[in-house]
């Protein structure tokens, strides 16, 4: 597939393209790709269409087949039929977790993170406890040690992001064996959001699934999966929480009891589809956007005040726009015409975040657009910045 060839994305009700509607903007911000889907999901969607039934519908078993066979395949993890249930999404499935632990107890909650993660113990009327994460060596951390300094006796849930977003980490064997026996301890339960797995860069790397590792990590896992980001298909709205104790997965179910709703059959059509016929696609995208990371990289660690995080996973750059000496780094690129994440609303304000799945020609224009901001800095006295 060329995915230097654009895809028009106006008139769509795309919420990436809409926010800066009738704006000289290029938005690198929301975490979806420019990309056209899998052929094979625009054929199955189509079929599907051209049947004017549009009933309420179950996963079918092709689906089951092909979600645990590319769980197994890509990350060597075999999973049991009864352990997947189907959800509406990802989020869904994290607020979910955070209702599995009692009214008195905490859940942890790394920073900077993924913006819905930080409302999901509020959602639940839970106390959030925050853990904030050191940088070193160029990579956001997250290990046993970090935990242990920061994690309060009442907590009883983590909610980890695997690989980190933002960030872009992909989490080793050692540091996630860390984070489960630290949660074993102290009897914490664990909401491992892994919807970036297949999104790893290096191709000498692979991601480890939290609740793989071992049975004690299995036991206090809920997992949640998605072919959404990995196949550009996020407003289908079909993901999969991945629970493997039987208790563990009896509460949640009864914890989604009256609040979340089938997943739709468009949903579980586009995922059939993208799990049975979607990896040569994920092999070509991969390819492009590891090319689009190093170029993007490379230019904006070459700008002045801005300080990248090169990611291992993810199509998401993480950025330090401290040093620019603007009192907002997101609304400066903006003026500048290029719509940034906002680090702020991952509570990490002075930090940005740059989604480099795009046309090669889009990211070069948006690049070039952040160079010249940076350049009017020069002229521009500090008290106006």
């Excluded at 401290?322 to 290029?338: N, Q, S, T």
């Excluded at 930090?351 to 010249?372: G, H, I, P, S, Y």
Aim: net charge negative.
């Amino acid at each position: 597939m060329n995915f230097d060839r654009p895809v028009d994305r106006k008139g769509t009700s795309s919420v990436k393209w809409e926010w800066f509607k009738g704006e000289d903007v290029l938005p690198l911000w929301v975490a979806d790709m420019d990309f056209a889907a899998p052929e094979a999901v625009t054929t199955a969607l189509v079929r599907r269409a051209g049947h004017p039934v549009y009933g309420y519908t179950l996963p079918s078993d092709a689906l089951y087949e092909a979600a645990l066979g590319h769980i197994e395949k890509h990350f060597g993890w075999k999973v049991e039929r009864d352990c997947l249930l189907f959800i509406p999404g990802v989020v869904t499935g994290f607020n979910v977790a955070a209702r599995l632990v009692g009214e008195t107890e905490a859940i942890a909650v790394p920073s900077p993170a993924y913006p819905p993660f930080l409302s999901a113990a509020k959602n639940a009327r839970r106390e959030m406890v925050k853990v904030s994460l050191p940088v070193e060596n160029g990579r956001l951390v997250i290990n046993r040690d970090v935990l242990e300094a920061q994690v309060t006796p009442e907590t009883k849930l983590l909610m980890l992001c695997s690989p980190y977003n933002p960030g872009g980490t992909l989490l080793t064997k050692e540091e996630l064996s860390g984070i489960v026996d630290f949660c074993e301890e102290r009897d914490i339960l664990i909401c491992s959001d892994e919807i970036h797995a297949d999104l790893v860069m290096d191709e000498s790397r692979k991601h480890i699934p939290t609740a793989s590792l071992s049975k004690v990590a299995a036991a206090r896992t809920v997992t949640l999966m998605a072919p959404s980001k990995t196949f550009n298909i996020p407003g289908l709205g079909c993901a999969m929480a991945i629970i493997e104790d039987e208790t563990l997965r009896t509460r949640f179910k009864a914890a989604m009891d009256g609040i979340v709703p089938y997943v739709n059959l468009m949903g579980y059509e586009g995922a059939t589809a993208a799990y049975i016929h979607g990896s040569p696609w994920l092999k070509e995208v991969l390819s492009y956007l590891k090319e689009n990371r190093d170029y993007a990289f490379k230019r904006l660690a070459a700008m002045k005040g801005l300080k990248p995080l090169l990611p291992e996973a993810t199509y998401l750059i993480w950025m330090d726009a401290r040093d620019l000496g603007v009192k907002d780094p997101a609304a400066f690129f903006e003026a500048g015409g290029v719509g940034l994440s906002d680090g702020a609303h991952f509570d990490a304000p002075g930090w940005l975040r740059l989604n480099f799945a795009c046309t090669r020609a889009v990211l070069q224009e948006a690049l070039d657009r952040m160079e010249k901001a940076i350049e009017t800095l020069k002229s521009m006295p500090p008290a106006a910045r």
